[in-house]
Structures are given as structure tokens and as C-alpha cells.
């Protein structure tokens, strides 16, 4: 197929948000598996597909997606669009259109896809598609040797809920690592950053990546996802389960869902993930691995995706055949 893959015009692939990451795994599958694949991402973006970058950040959709249809290459089959600014636009776009809703958003695709069974159910009333993210599990190093400490990796913003992994750090007495960029000033200056300096079990390293981030998840005791708001997915969740560490989190949209496996490791309260962080209620680091491998690879990823693209192919030379265009 001649796949074209648009990424929000935000930060260069891969990154360290769960969207950009996701894009950058599929477009790599997708190349893997022999697909001829054009990528638009922002300039700075690393792929081994075709490059088209982005020139700026765009003001509309309108704009991104005229920018799109004017440098397109000749004789696509399919735009899987995962910046929602084809929904917006939609009525422009004469090729097959799959879309990735990666947040809460309105859409008017025929083919959306979302990234859990609850987004889908939320807001779509069941219609549509899902598609779990997948990782390339072996990637991510396996250890069962933990060490005494607990990991936040994410955004430092309200509603990845850094405040209560702090929290049960500070219930428990116990060693928090928080590793990830600051998105909310203000959030991280008046109620995470006193916090920081009053304890010195609680440490910040910033944005890590690589064997870095590698090293802090594979040999965490336990990491924290405390998100407060309807979490699509997670992706966190299934790479530290990769590593063989365990991820204690809130029910939140779809992560109820991702750890579908491993319910005790839901929590309702900040107690109870106090209560079980303390008393290491966690399963067995090898059935989390192969719990990972079995659900959440990019390889399932990809093919189900490559399914749902020859569907919208063969709607589209369905409408040709009856004269619709």
C-alpha cells in the first residue's frame, strides 16, 4: 500500500508523548512489512519513512490540511490522519481516510479508530473502530531485580495526577523518582516543587528517553499512573509491564481496560494505592511481560490497522462504482 501518515505538527517523532510515539511505531511497522509510506511530522522528526515536515505549526485545520493536499504524492491508497484536523476538514478529503481519535474529540470520519473499547464507547455510542497501542516489546528490557523506589513517568500537568504519587510516597515514607517535562508551570512551581525540596526521599530528573528511561522503569519497585482525567490509554502502562514492573493506577477512561489482566493493580483511592504500593500487592514481573506480548505488540497493532485500511479502500471503490464521485 502507499500509506500516508499525518502526526500532529507539535513535537518531532519520536517523543516523549504517547501520541508521537505511537505514530512513529506504526509508520516503523509499516515500512517493516514493505508499505511505501509518506510521513508528515514536524521538521527534526526521525523516520525510516518518506519525510514531508511540516513548516511551521498551523493555525487551523484548514491550513494543515491544504498544506497536506498540496504536497501529497500522486496514487495514495490511504491517510490515517492521527491530528483530528481531517475530521474537522473532511469534506476536502477524496481519498480513503482512516482516523486515530488519541483524545476526546468530535469526529466526522466514517473510519475512526480509537485506542480503547471505553473511548469508543464514550464518544461514539460503540460506533467505529479500536485499535489497542502496541509497543515493540523486545525493546523493552525484562528485570526481575527491583530496586527500592518508585517511578512517575509523564507530563508534570493536573491531570497526569503527579501530586498523588506524591502522596502515597509521602504516606508510606518511601523513594519517588519523577521523570518527565514540566507542560504546566504554574501546577509543578505552587504544589509539586515544595514538595520536592521538603523531602529528600522525592527526586526530579527531568525529561529522560533512551537507556536513561530504560534503566529507571525496568528497575522501579513500582510505577505510579495516578492520571485524574479520562485517560485514552496509557502507554506508560504497558511499557513499564514490559520491564516486569508492576503500574498501580486510578480507574480512568480506557486504563481499566489495559490492565484488563491485572485488575488488583486498579485502584479507586489514593489509600488504596498507598495501602498496595506499601504492601507490594504486585503479580509476577514475567506473567506482566507475557501478558504485553500477547496483547499489546506493535505487531497486532499494525495488522489490525492494515485491516481497517483495506476497508476504507474498498468503501471508497464502492461510492466510485455507483457514480458517487
Aim: neutral net charge.
Amino acid at each position: 500500500m502507499k500509506i500516508v501518515q499525518i502526526a500532529l505538527d507539535r513535537e518531532p517523532i519520536p517523543n516523549y508523548a504517547g501520541t508521537e510515539m505511537l505514530v512513529y511505531i506504526l509508520t516503523e511497522n509499516l515500512v517493516k512489512k514493505g508499505h511505501e509510506v509518506y510521513l508528515y511530522a514536524p521538521e527534526g522528526s526521525e523516520s525510516s519513512a518518506h519525510m514531508i515536515p511540516y513548516r511551521k505549526r498551523y493555525q487551523s485545520p484548514d491550513e494543515l490540511v491544504d498544506y497536506v493536499l498540496k504536497t501529497m504524492p500522486n496514487n495514495i491508497d490511504i491517510i490515517h490522519d492521527h491530528s483530528a484536523n481531517f475530521n474537522r476538514a473532511s469534506k476536502k478529503i477524496l481519498f480513503p481516510t482512516v482516523s486515530t481519535i488519541h483524545w476526546i474529540d468530535d469526529s466526522l470520519s466514517k473510519f475512526n479508530v480509537y485506542v480503547c473499547k471505553k473511548a469508543r464507547e464514550m464518544f461514539a455510542n460503540n460506533k467505529g473502530f479500536y485499535v489497542y497501542n502496541g509497543i515493540d516489546v523486545e525493546d523493552f528490557e525484562f528485570s526481575e531485580k527491583k530496586e527500592n523506589y518508585n517511578l512517575f513517568l509523564g507530563r508534570i500537568c493536573t491531570e497526569k495526577g503527579l501530586h498523588h504519587a506524591l502522596t502515597v510516597c509521602e504516606k508510606n515514607n518511601e523513594k519517588l523518582i519523577i521523570a518527565g517535562p514540566i507542560h504546566d508551570e504554574s501546577y509543578y512551581k505552587n504544589e509539586i516543587e515544595p514538595r520536592i525540596k521538603n523531602n529528600k526521599k522525592i527526586k526530579y530528573v527531568g525529561f529522560v528517553k533512551g537507556s536513561e528511561k530504560q534503566n529507571l522503569i525496568k528497575h522501579a519497585k513500582c510505577v505510579l499512573f495516578p492520571s485524574t482525567w479520562e485517560e485514552p490509554f496509557g502507554l506508560v502502562i504497558i511499557e513499564a509491564m514490559a520491564c516486569g514492573t508492576p503500574v498501580l493506577a486510578f480507574h480512568r477512561g480506557g486504563i481499566s481496560e489495559v490492565l484488563e489482566g491485572f485488575p488488583d493493580l486498579l485502584c479507586d483511592t489514593v489509600e488504596e494505592m498507598a495501602y498496595k504500593c506499601k504492601n507490594q500487592l504486585f503479580p509476577n514481573p514475567k506473567s506482566m511481560r507475557a501478558y504485553i506480548e500477547n496483547k499489546f505488540s506493535s505487531d497486532k497493532m499494525t495488522e489490525r490497522y492494515l485491516f481497517i485500511y483495506q476497508l476504507a479502500i474498498n468503501d471508497r471503490n464502492k461510492l466510485l462504482n455507483k457514480n458517487f464521485f
